[in-house]
């Protein structure tokens, strides 16, 4: 059974800090490209960050570009994404998603972890 496990959110002030953990069990972790995908209230889900299974980041938002970094551990089966200069905006529940290198659909998701940024 695959798991993916969200962890690191919570309530931080504009400017500041916050890692967000994603620990994947149940599956060949190695072969999978991650990536974080965020939505805010009355919007739709964004992709945030990618990942490949190299270890390589694929993506980043616009939005994000210069303030976040996605990052992984394949001996910890663990993909991070570390995210500074916080704005309001950031605000929206986070999750973790999982595909094959050889797919493009994202098949695994976690349960995601809220951020709430505050002004």
């Known amino acids: 059974q695959v798991q993916l496990v969200e962890s690191g959110g919570g309530l931080v002030q504009a400017g500041g800090s916050l890692r967000l953990s994603c620990a994947a069990s149940?599956?060949?972790?190695?072969?999978?490209?991650m990536g974080w995908f965020r939505q805010a209230p009355g919007k739709e889900r964004e992709l945030v960050a990618v990942?490949?299974?190299?270890?390589?980041?694929?993506y980043s938002a616009d939005s994000v570009k210069g303030r976040f970094t996605i990052s992984r551990d394949n001996a910890k089966n663990t993909v991070y994404l570390q995210m500074n200069s916080l704005k309001p905006e950031d605000t929206a529940v986070y999750y973790c998603?999982?595909?094959?290198?050889?797919?493009?659909?994202?098949?695994?998701w976690g349960q995601g972890t809220q951020v709430t940024v505050s002004s």
């Open positions: 149940g599956l060949t972790f190695s072969s999978y490209t």
């Open positions: 990942i490949n299974w190299k270890g390589v980041s694929t």
């Open positions: 998603a999982a595909r094959h290198y050889t797919r493009t659909t994202y098949y695994y």
